[in-house]
């Protein structure tokens, strides 16, 4: 059984900086592509940034420059390095992951349970 689980989500003032890390844990055959996505209260969950399994990343507009996403494939896991937080940036952020547990397997999406950020004076 697949599961992810996020960490490093706390409190930080603006401009502060936060590193999200999301665990691997369980039988994967093959990754496709990795994600972040964040979800503020009364809103829907929105991607921000994706790393395929080729490495190239893709990131929404109001995190570009600020935002990198990275992962460590020896340790099956995944970052988001956050600076210059915002407080709209405030929100749960969730990993999620699109692949196979066997080469005969369908393409599946994983998610974690999600680390709460917090960007507030």
């Known amino acids: 059984q697949v599961q992810l689980v996020e960490s490093g989500g706390g409190l930080v003032q603006p401009g502060g900086s936060l590193r999200l890390s999301c665990a691997v844990s369980?039988?994967?055959?093959?990754?496709?592509?990795m994600a972040w996505y964040c979800q503020a209260p009364g809103k829907q969950r929105e991607l921000i940034a994706r790393?395929?399994?080729?490495?190239?990343?893709n990131y929404e507009d109001s995190v570009k420059g600020r935002f990198t996403i990275s992962r460590d494939n020896a340790n099956n896991t995944m970052y988001l390095q956050m600076n210059s937080l915002k407080p709209e940036d405030t929100a749960v952020y969730y990993c999620k992951l699109l692949g196979k547990v066997s080469e005969s397997g369908y393409v599946a999406q994983y998610w974690g349970q999600g680390t709460q950020v917090t960007v507030s004076s």
């Open positions: 790393i395929a399994r080729d490495g190239t990343t």
């Open positions: 369980g039988s994967i055959f093959s990754i496709y592509a």
